[in-house]
């Protein structure tokens, strides 16, 4: 009985999700609030406060190409929008394709376009042995070869992730090249050049990301026919680089005429006498003048470095072991004395404080030195 109905199951089944689908869409657009819009199959795309459906309360897109340019260059700071611009173009002429409503207002109309290639975000691989710009590059291969007149491309930073010059010639090629083929292309960029070759192109248009000066906030609003830039000098300011940093950066992108002076003699470090001023590698002899850098205080050497790398100095009629890391030489003793001086007549009254010290407090070794004079 129920192998008999087979065919008329399946049927319904193929109904209910039919309606399901149609229900879907429409519970969809209600939730958006949707419109439907006009259609062409020339390549004009509008858009009219159009939104990206998975961002609420973003800032509504204007957007229009396809009549009196067929390539848009969308320059402007980095996080200013850029990549969502084209996202939410991409998403709005698939939504659509596939039948679905879409957030803008009336006025709105999309073109149906045969394929849709988009070069967006870092595609390293490790496994391929492939860099970003080489990523862009086997992807840039494919859609060139795969392009023609009813193709609609998005490319984010095209001629990136490479030496700038041959990156941005590169990528003005690439433009030409799927120009002539028909495609409708909207790319970002960087590149002054590609900015320039844009301004020049007859069938080219820039269009720049808006940027709140004061605040260093962008707006997310696309200002077509308006070229921008990356605000690097004014952002630079703002963080503090110097004004004369900045003005020779204007001087640079105007003229490229660099300065190859060299830098003053009396700005270079030079290598410097070691024994005069590390005391750690000079070997403090008896009467040496020394900082004793704990206290920042001057001492004379009393006994020359042990085996525990210590010297004994005099400071403040007391004598005083210290590592000879913690002294600077100050003057050596050779030039405060005359020659064949008796450097002990520095010492001989602290000499014997200290032994009768030591013998107060029973030091054997004191007392054997007391005995030895005694029997002199």
């Known amino acids: 009985m129920l192998y008999e109905r087979i065919r008329e199951i399946k049927i319904n089944i193929e109904v209910i999700a039919e309606y399901d689908m149609i229900w879907a869409k429409a519970k969809y657009?209600?939730?958006?609030?949707?419109?439907k819009p006009k259609l062409n199959e020339h390549g004009y795309i509008k858009i009219v406060k159009g939104g990206y459906p998975l961002i609420k309360n973003g800032v509504p897109?204007?957007?229009?190409?396809?009549?009196?340019?067929?390539?848009?260059?969308?320059?402007?700071?980095?996080?200013?929008?850029?990549?969502?611009?084209?996202?939410?173009?991409?998403?709005?002429?698939?939504?659509?394709?596939?039948?679905?409503?879409?957030?803008?207002?009336?006025?709105?109309e999309i073109a149906v376009f045969n394929k849709i290639f988009v070069d967006i975000g870092d595609n390293q691989s490790v496994e391929n042995a492939l860099s970003t710009f080489s990523s862009h590059v086997k992807n840039l291969a494919y859609i060139i070869k795969e392009s023609n007149k009813s193709t609609l491309l998005l490319f984010d930073e095209i001629g990136s992730g490479t030496e700038p010059?041959?990156?941005?010639?590169?990528?003005?090629?690439?433009?030409?090249?799927?120009?002539?083929?028909?495609?409708i292309t909207v790319a970002t960029t960087h590149y002054g050049e590609i900015k320039n070759f844009s301004e020049q192109h007859p069938d080219f248009e820039n269009a720049a990301m808006e940027f709140r000066c004061d605040t260093l906030d962008p707006?997310?609003?696309?200002?077509?026919?308006?070229?921008?830039d990356s605000n690097a000098l004014y952002i630079s300011k703002k963080m503090g680089i110097s004004d004369n940093i900045i003005e020779r950066t204007r001087r640079y992108i105007e003229s490229k005429n660099y300065n190859y002076e060299l830098i003053r003699d009396s700005k270079i470090m030079k290598k410097?006498?070691?024994?005069?001023?590390?005391?750690?590698?000079?070997?403090?002899?008896?009467?040496?003048?020394?900082?004793?850098?704990?206290?920042?205080?001057?001492?004379?050497?009393?006994?020359?470095?042990?085996?525990?790398?210590?010297?004994?100095?005099?400071?403040?009629?007391?004598?005083?072991?210290?590592?000879?890391?913690?002294?600077?030489?100050?003057?050596?003793?050779?030039?405060?004395?005359p020659e064949g001086y008796d450097l002990n007549q520095l010492f001989v009254s602290f000499k014997e404080r200290k032994l009768e010290r030591d013998i107060e407090r029973g030091s054997k070794k004191a007392l054997k030195k007391l005995k030895k004079s005694h029997l002199k």
């Open 219 to 228: 707006l997310y609003k696309l200002n077509i026919g308006k070229t921008g």
């Open 29 to 35: 657009s209600s939730d958006i609030k949707g419109i």
């Open 272 to 337: 410097k006498d070691i024994q005069e001023d590390k005391g750690e590698s000079y070997e403090f002899v008896v009467g040496d003048k020394v900082l004793w850098m704990d206290k920042n205080e001057s001492a004379i050497v009393y006994k020359e470095r042990d085996i525990y790398n210590n010297v004994t100095i005099l400071f403040n009629k007391e004598f005083v072991d210290v590592n000879c890391k913690r002294l600077k030489l100050e003057i050596k003793a050779s030039k405060l004395y």
């Open 165 to 183: 010059n041959e990156g941005a010639a590169l990528a003005i090629a690439i433009l030409e090249e799927v120009y002539y083929k028909g495609c």
């Open 61 to 108: 897109l204007d957007f229009e190409i396809g009549k009196d340019y067929r390539s848009l260059i969308i320059t402007g700071p980095n996080a200013g929008g850029k990549t969502i611009v084209l996202k939410t173009l991409g998403m709005l002429t698939l939504a659509v394709q596939a039948g679905f409503h879409i957030k803008a207002e009336q006025g709105t």
